[in-house]
Structure formats: structure tokens, C-alpha cells
């Protein structure tokens, strides 16, 4: 555990820094999808289009200052702005908390992120743009095996092969799934309102749909996920797909029973993201290793066995990693 003023500064920073990025993943997640800079112009307020100046676009701090009203046209700010800072914030914090003062804490903020990001962006057009999906992908492979080389005793090959299996798993699982359910859909006659479009025949092999466009799951899935396993190994993979399945089932579950609508409007973008914030912050694989442990070794002298730990990417992960210990 890190203490005292130490704790509080590093804290502190990681949370400074996520409300910022926060403010930014704002700009992205309006943006990105309309297919607008994330740089310039400024933001403006959607009401009366006047430029935010910058004391009144501090993360949290202007909302709550302004009462979530626009300074000039007293408009209403969405609560979603200070709410997405807050939680990058506390994914910040999170990913602090979880890998201590290594390389690995910043590439995990900034994946946490990306993550928020790509759920958003979701959640508003049942979209994940290939900027973050591939893009994050491409990143993962590239900078994730440098980073745990650098940062503990793996070598880069295996930290490299590590990633590749990952995203082999999670897109290779995924497009499996859909590519299956197609087929089996059109075996069984079913038809679908996007798929194939209206008056046209359906995909042979031939062509690419056939491969690459599924009904009912978007190939933007397939490389969110693929960007995950990439980040997250086979393990965080399986571990992202179960939460995900399980938040999937209680949230289309809980809309049911609230709305009487069983087509949830919700799709498996957010579940995702949620899915592998929370394999990050509790591997369940790895409790999954160490009650093993702890049942292999009850009744020896070694009988205490770790507790659930940290994630295993230091080492092999049985060793508790919390905080900052020395
Ligand atoms: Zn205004």
C-alpha cells in the first residue's frame, strides 16, 4: 500500500489527470462519430453556440460552479458531461491503485479510456469507430509487450505472443459467433430488417458479406474485442466475455421487466467495455487459480494460500499486487 503523502500525491495526479482526459473523452465521444476534428474549433454551447471559454470548461469543477447552466443562455448542461469526467477520474485512480508506480499504470489509464469511449460512442449510435477499435488494437500489440518487457521479467517474444493470442481469441470467439449464427439463421429461413438490404439477394462466399457482415453483430465487435485481448491476454479475454454476457443479461433483463420491451437498445458494445474494466480490476481467472492453489495446498503447512490478487502481468499473478509495496 502506498501512504501518506506519497499515496495522496499519486492519487491525486491520477485523478487530475483522468477528469482531464475525461473532458476530452467528451469531445471524442460527440465528435469522432460525426466524423469532426477532436482538436478544433473550441467547444461551443449547443444552445447559444457561444464559444466555451477555458475557466468555464474545467472538468466537474465549472459545472458545479455554473450549476449546470451555459454562462451566457442559462441553458442546461447535460449531467453526462461531469459524470464521464468523474468516472475517467476514478478509472484513473482505479488503474493507480492496481498497478502501482509501473509503465503499465499509464497504458492502462489511457485503455480504461478508451474503453469509456468506445461505450459511449456505442451507447449513442450503435457504433465502435475503427479509430479506437483497430486503432487501439494496433496499439496494444505494439505498446503492451514493450511496456511488460520493460517493466518485469518477461521476455518481449512472449509478452508479444501473449498479446497476439489475446486478439486472436477475443475476435477469433466472436466473429466464430457471428459467422455461425448467420449461417444457421439463413439454414432456418429466418429474414432480417438490415440483413441482407431489402431486394437484394443474400451473400454467397464469394463475396465479402458473406464473411464479414453478420445479422444482429457488428464487426465492430469483433475488433473492439479483438483490441481488448490484445490489451488483456486470453485470459482478460475470457474473463471480459463472461462479466460482459452476465451485465448484458441483467441490464437487457432489468429493461424488460421495467419497459415490457424485450429489444433491448442496448448493444454489446458497452457490456464489452464494462466487461473488461472490471476483468482488470478483479481477474476472476486468477481467483479461479488460487482457490485451486488454496485447495491443493489445504491441510500442508502452506495452507495460506494468496488471497485473489492483482492482476497477473508482473509475474504469474499469484502474488497479491495492490498499492505499492516494496
Ligand atoms: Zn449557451
Given at each position: 500500500m502506498i501512504e501518506g503523502l506519497g499515496a495522496s500525491f499519486i492519487y491525486g495526479s491520477a485523478l487530475a489527470f483522468g477528469l482531464v482526459v475525461g473532458s476530452f473523452l467528451n469531445v471524442v465521444a460527440h465528435r469522432l462519430p460525426l466524423g469532426e476534428s477532436v482538436v478544433s474549433p473550441r467547444s461551443r454551447c449547443p444552445g447559444c453556440e457561444s464559444p466555451i471559454a477555458a475557466w468555464d470548461n474545467l472538468p466537474v469543477l465549472s459545472y458545479a460552479l455554473l450549476a449546470g447552466?451555459?454562462?451566457?443562455?442559462?441553458q442546461r448542461i447535460s449531467l453526462r458531461y461531469p459524470a464521464v469526467e468523474l468516472v475517467t477520474g476514478m478509472l484513473f485512480v482505479a488503474m493507480a491503485w492496481q498497478f502501482?508506480?509501473?509503465?503499465l499504470a499509464p497504458v492502462f489509464m489511457l485503455f480504461s479510456a478508451a474503453l469509456l469511449a468506445a461505450g459511449l460512442i456505442d451507447f449513442d449510435h450503435q457504433i465502435i469507430p475503427d479509430e479506437i477499435s483497430l486503432g487501439g488494437f494496433v496499439v496494444g500489440l505494439v505498446v503492451v509487450p514493450l511496456v511488460r518487457s520493460l517493466d518485469a521479467d518477461t521476455a518481449y517474444a512472449s509478452a508479444l505472443v501473449w498479446s497476439l493470442q489475446g486478439a486472436a481469441l477475443g475476435g477469433g470467439l466472436l466473429w466464430t459467433v457471428g459467422f455461425l449464427h448467420a449461417r444457421v439463421a439463413v439454414g432456418l429461413g429466418r429474414s432480417f430488417p438490415h440483413w441482407p438490404g431489402e431486394g437484394e439477394a443474400l451473400p454467397t462466399p464469394r463475396e465479402a458479406d458473406y464473411w464479414l457482415w453478420f445479422p444482429g453483430l457488428g464487426l465492430g465487435d469483433v475488433k473492439f474485442l479483438a483490441m481488448i485481448g490484445a490489451f488483456l491476454g486470453p485470459w482478460g479475454v475470457l474473463d471480459t466475455i463472461l462479466i460482459a454476457s452476465v451485465l448484458g443479461l441483467l441490464v437487457g433483463g432489468c429493461w424488460g421487466l421495467a419497459t415490457?420491451?424485450?429489444?433491448?437498445?442496448?448493444?454489446?458494445g458497452p457490456a464489452l467495455a464494462a466487461g473488461a474494466v472490471l476483468s482488470l480490476l478483479w481477474p476472476l481467472h486468477e481467483w479461479g487459480l488460487n482457490l485451486a492453489l488454496a485447495g491443493a495446498l489445504a491441510?500442508?503447512?502452506?495452507?495460506?494460500a494468496p488471497l485473489p490478487g492483482a492482476w497477473g502481468l508482473r509475474n504469474d499473478g499469484l502474488v497479491p499486487q495492490h498499492g505499492f509495496e516494496p
Open positions: 447552466r451555459c454562462r451566457k443562455c442559462r502501482g508506480p509501473t509503465l415490457r420491451n424485450w429489444q433491448s437498445p442496448f448493444g454489446f491441510g500442508s503447512s502452506a495452507s495460506r
